[in-house]
């Protein structure tokens, strides 16, 4: 309510100094971007509650699969370890040699 009530005073000035076509463009055109930019907040503002909850099962999926990549590492390492002990544990020799 702030700048409408600062934008009449401002128009009327800027009819009293009749300026030049270059700077009313200028003005026309950021007064446009400045609606376009509000309008779009309002969009993104309306509609982020419905976006919000797919974001959330995209992200949860995505750690999930993070999670079994890293299980799936941590179980072919211990099976590569296992492999180069020779497939036996020390604790099962019968006998020391």
Not at 5 to 10: M, S
Not at 74 to 86: A, F, N, P, S
């Amino acid at each position: 309510m702030e700048t409408i009530q600062e934008l009449v005073p401002f128009t009327k000035e800027m009819i009293a100094q009749k300026p030049n076509g270059k700077m009313v463009k200028l003005y026309v055109l950021g007064s446009v971007l400045a609606f376009f930019g509000i309008m779009i907040g309002l969009v993104e503002t309306v509609c982020s509650p419905f976006c919000t909850s797919r974001w959330l099962q995209e992200d949860k999926a995505a750690v999930a699969e993070v999670q079994t990549a890293r299980l799936r590492e941590t179980l072919l390492e211990k099976r590569k370890e296992q492999e180069t002990l020779g497939g036996r544990s020390l604790s099962h020799r019968p006998h020391a040699s």
